[in-house]
T-cell receptor, first 117, second 117 residues
Framework: AQTVTQSQPEMSVQEAETVTLSCTYDTSESDYYLFWYKQPPSRQMILVIRQEAYKQQNATENRFSVNFQKAAKSFSLKISDSQLGDAAMYFCASVMNYGGSQGNLIFGKGTKLSVKP | KAGVTQTPRYLIKTRGQQVTLSCSPISGHRSVSWYQQTPGQGLQFLFEYFSETQRNKGNFPGRFSGRQFSNSRSEMNVSTLELGDSALYLC????????????????FGPGTRLTVL
């Protein structure tokens, strides 16, 4: 069974600083995808960044980047130049690729990020 | 492109009643997945529909059912509501074709907040 673990229930960062959110996962499969989603108070789940397990290069999206360590089954999210709008719940998720993921994202419990002005 | 839409946004029901939630995916997306989000259990996968067929199912009782129409819109039904069914119900759409993380990325709607009294 797949599991995703986020060990930091809450994190805080000063505006313009950098913060890293941790995520570890467990799977016996070799082909899967990993995601970070953001859920602000409005409750809309927004895709932040995604990574294919077979790609060694870490994904980046503007101020967001990941540190993907496949052997360690670690997928941390780094947010640079933090902004007030980054305050939200962040969820790490994985899905197996069975020639089509067929839904079934497995989510971690989330990390609540606060940004201090 | 319009995003994923869900109706209604809020619902209040009493125990024993049934409820139907609706989800319209992003244009061109044929896969719709449903998730339940509660403070205690977090985000849990309910089921996934692709081309009007249920392709994958989570571990929920038979009171939870769904269907998908030819235009890819999906409905989720919960019969004989229990207090524990109070949750945010999220639907997500993707192309469902599989093959790469782009086609398998799920985009979420704003959710339907169901309260069971």
């Amino acid at each position: 069974a797949q599991t995703v673990t986020q060990s930091q229930p809450e994190m805080s960062v000063q505006e313009a600083e950098t913060v890293t959110l941790s995520c570890t996962y467990d799977t016996s499969e070799s082909d899967y995808y990993l995601f970070w989603y953001k859920q602000p108070p409005s409750r809309q789940m927004i895709l932040v960044i995604r990574q294919e397990a077979y790609k060694q290069q870490n994904a980046t999206e503007n101020r967001f980047s990941v540190n993907f360590q496949k052997a360690a089954k670690s997928f941390s999210l780094k947010i640079s130049d933090s902004q007030l709008g980054d305050a939200a719940m962040y969820f790490c998720a994985s899905v197996m690729n069975y020639g089509g993921s067929q839904g079934n994202l497995i989510f971690g419990k989330g990390t609540k990020l606060s940004v201090k002005p | 492109k319009a995003g994923v839409t869900q109706t209604p946004r809020y619902l209040i029901k009493t125990r024993g009643q049934q409820v139907t939630l609706s989800c319209s995916p992003i244009s061109g997306h044929r896969s719709v997945s449903w998730y339940q989000q509660t403070p205690g259990q977090g985000l849990q996968f309910l089921f996934e529909y692709f081309s009007e067929t249920q392709r994958n199912k989570g571990n929920f009782p038979g009171r939870f059912s769904g269907r998908q129409f030819s235009n890819s819109r999906s409905e989720m039904n919960v019969s004989t509501l229990e207090l524990g069914d109070s949750a945010l119900y999220l639907c997500a759409s993707s192309t469902g074709r599989g093959g790469n993380v782009g086609t398998d990325t799920q985009y979420f709607g704003p959710g339907t907040r169901l309260t069971v009294l």
